[in-house]
């Protein structure tokens, strides 16, 4: 399931913004972007999004912007500078060069004027912002995963009418079952008369491959199986929160079940019906990739 959540935080020193995005994956995939100021909060929010959103190709990206007061400090890196002007100041001296501009340059160079506003943020927050980042951290989790939930109701009500069609197929099934070995029976006494009409018939006998033919064929136990598997996976998707590998492996089930069915049955009309349910079953499995 795809899923995206934005929260922000502000106060008077700094803006924090944190996106969440998620899309399906088998695994926890965990890709948190932070800046530098946040590294060593990067373990514990790794985890915290395992613990709200659970599994996914997951990415986090939290941002901030330092406000600057109304009068910025300025402050001026003044052993910094005397060293470049004292080394620019030495060139001039040697290439005999003007030295008229060189305290313009050493002062513009990188390093020598600082402002603290913003060099306070580089370094350390109190721990107040901390816990507010956080919960916003939070914040825009739960929002994914809130989307997600609602994506996950939507594939929920498909699976359940692609498994209203397997039940509905399976009925079928029975009542068109349910005097299939009757005929079968009388089919075969039929042919067997129809071929030898004037040999003795060893009635024991016949009775004995009559059910040991007959038994082949049974599939009252795939039915019943059949439709245990589908009561369970019904019952599984509406009362566990996270169940996308449980109903998996009951997927698998039905499967082998409609398989055995299938064969067994030997009734060209039960293998299309079987045929359908195997199309539904299809579907199901599909939607589970992107279920939890």
Request: proline share 2%.
């Amino acid at each position: 399931m795809t899923g995206f959540g934005k929260a922000i935080y502000e106060d008077d020193q700094l803006r924090v913004s944190v996106e969440a995005r998620s899309v399906n994956s088998k695994h926890a995939d965990v890709s948190l972007q932070v800046p530098k100021l946040f590294t060593e909060q990067t373990l514990a929010w790794r985890n915290l999004i395992i613990t709200y959103l659970h599994r996914g190709k997951i990415e986090v990206t939290v941002s901030y912007e330092a406000k600057q007061k109304a009068t910025p400090q300025i402050v001026i890196q003044e052993p910094l500078f005397k060293a470049y002007y004292k080394m620019l100041e030495q060139l001039a001296n040697d290439v005999g060069a003007h030295t008229n501009n060189i305290f313009d340059i050493a002062l513009k160079t990188t390093g020598v004027m600082v402002n603290a506003t913003d060099k306070a943020f580089d370094t350390e927050i109190d721990e107040h912002t901390r816990n507010k980042i956080e919960d916003t951290i939070q914040t825009a989790l739960q929002k994914c995963d809130q989307t997600r939930e609602e994506e996950g109701k939507a594939l929920l009500q498909s699976i359940s009418s692609y498994l209203y069609k397997i039940t509905q197929e399976l009925a079928l099934i029975n009542s068109l079952d349910s005097n299939r070995l009757e005929v079968i029976k009388t089919r075969l006494l039929d042919k067997l008369k129809a071929i030898s009409p004037e040999l003795p018939i060893d009635e024991l006998r016949l009775e004995q491959e009559l059910v040991y033919h007959l038994d082949k064929l049974d599939i009252t136990e795939e039915k019943v199986r059949l439709a245990n598997h589908l009561a369970y996976f019904e019952k599984v998707m509406k009362h566990e929160e996270i169940a996308g590998k449980k109903l998996t492996f009951i997927t698998q089930e039905i499967g082998r079940e409609l398989n055995t069915l299938g064969v067994k049955a030997n009734d060209a009309t039960i293998q299309q019906y079987v045929i359908v349910m195997k199309n539904e079953l299809e579907k199901i499995k599909e939607q589970l990739q992107n279920i939890l």
